[in-house]
């Protein structure tokens, strides 16, 4: 399942990635994720790992997730492995109005949730189109 969305945030590129960036601050600003924890010591970087914690439709599900590429202020990507494979880049650039962030994501789901894939991809769409109109808001309140 591949899924992208757009956003334009009313603030400079570099906040919005740093925003974006504090994973760990995901659950103020996303529905579904319920918990993200860095497992390694240092700044956010490739190789940053984490604990996450997310709401999927009936049930929790709780993965590990790797930064796979980090270029502040304009890439940031991610990887897990379980329960089911997927990717996600996050991409920044500055325009007149502040910040366009373009969000993919491919999701490889297995076994009983392949077969389900059908009927998750539309609220998949919609939780992604709200999660970064979500976002959106957040930066542009200044909580970030």
Known sequence: MKLDETVVVSAPIENVFDAWAALERSPE?????????KLTD???????????????????VSFEMEITDYQ???????AWEHPMRGTWVASFSPN??????TFKTTIEPTGLMGL???MMRPWARKTLAAGLDSFRTWVESGKY
């Open 29 to 37: 600003h996303q529905k579904p994720t319920i918990e993200r924890s």
């Open 42 to 60: 240092g700044p956010v970087r490739a190789g940053t790992r984490y604990h996450a914690v997310d709401q999927w439709p009936g049930r929790k």
């Open 72 to 78: 502040r202020p304009h890439r940031l990507a991610a």
């Open 96 to 101: 007149a109005d502040g910040t366009t962030m």
């Open 116 to 118: 389900l894939e059908p």
